[in-house]
């Protein structure tokens, strides 16, 4: 199962894209982009375009729209002080299509786009409910049946355990330099437009070089080498 998911629908003058970088993560990204006056797209590597992130329970409110369980479903973002309406609202017609409004960014769904969209949501939410929702906190369990169980574990060689362990430290301490521009941001993390292409979220605790989030052009980032080989990026 891929960690990642990208799916875009794309018209004569506007498009939307669907990302989760994560299946632990409890949200989902939608990025519009615009045809420009002089035909080519919109860049959100540039800053352009509209970037939205849709909670869990967001995401309910879209999948009982694409079910037609409901007619409608609206709401606002706020984000930097900029409020954003964002819209799902069945066409009434024969035809059933789907008008997507995401502040001036419309978008159009014919019933093909409108299945595909529907069953992607339905594995977004089932992968994200299983594995962004899980407790850190084990249960207290019995401490006789706790030292019951450890009787009966499998002794092991105190030695390699102590290698392996400072193995991992030190990869864990390995510093790379990416390049690439701000594309999204929560409290905890940046998402990255690489040079190379890809995108990837990035936790603000393992930036160890200064960066401008209001710059949305490329920077240099000094950051943990283990998050690109977790996400199998080489640059």
Known sequence: MVDNHSQSFFGQSTGITIQSALKSDPYIFLKCIKKKEDGTWEKPSRGEGKTIKLSLDEMVMVLEVLKQKVDSWSSYHKYKKQETPISFKWEKNKEKKLWINIGNYSKILARPQIEIFRLLMQHLMKEKIEYSTVSNISNIQDKNANDETENMKTKYDKNARKNNTKNNINNRKQKIKIVGSIKA?????????????HEIWVPRSIIHSTYDSQNNNDQTFITDKWILERNKISV
């Open 185 to 197: 941001e929560t409290e905890k993390a940046l998402l990255l437009n690489l040079k190379s292409g």
